[in-house]
Nanobody
Framework: QVQLVESGGGLVQSGGSLRLSCAAS????????MGWFRQAPGKEREFVAA??????????????NYADSVKGRFTISRDNAKNTVYLQMNSLKPEDTAVYYC????????????????WGQGTQVTVSS
């Protein structure tokens, strides 16, 4: 069982930055892939970014995955010692406005909602134009 609590959301102007955090309970956090998803009013929940339980492979490959809409602007990272995953969001746009959810997957750092077994309650991000 993993419990997730997001924080760091808020109101920011277009072009600004925010850093979301997701604190996880449980001693097995390091074994889970972690993802960020978002849901805007009237829209389906969509993938934002994900990171493997091992962010960097033995051969230096970066085990992260991003939606095209956020590539180059958002960065996902994790600190297994702190049981925390982060989402650094730069150059924010009004279309990034949504509730952002943290999620944990026992399988892979997928972009599919159904691959994630545990979810946080979400944190609101609002970007004004």
């Amino acid at each position: 069982q993993v419990q997730l609590v997001e924080s760091g959301g808020g109101l920011v102007q277009s072009g600004g930055s925010l850093r979301l955090s997701c604190a996880a309970s449980g001693r097995t956090f390091s074994r889970y892939a972690m993802g960020w998803f978002r849901q805007a009013p009237g829209k389906e929940r969509e993938f934002v970014a994900a990171i493997s339980w091992r962010p960097i492979s033995w051969n230096g490959v970066d085990n992260t995955n991003y939606a095209d809409s956020v590539k180059g602007r958002f960065t996902i990272s994790r600190d297994n010692a702190k049981n925390t995953v982060y989402l650094q969001m730069n150059s924010l746009k009004p279309e990034d406005t949504a509730v952002y959810y943290c999620a944990a997957s026992a399988s892979t750092y997928s972009d599919a909602v159904d691959e994630y077994h545990y979810w946080g309650q979400g944190t609101q991000v609002t970007v004004s134009s």
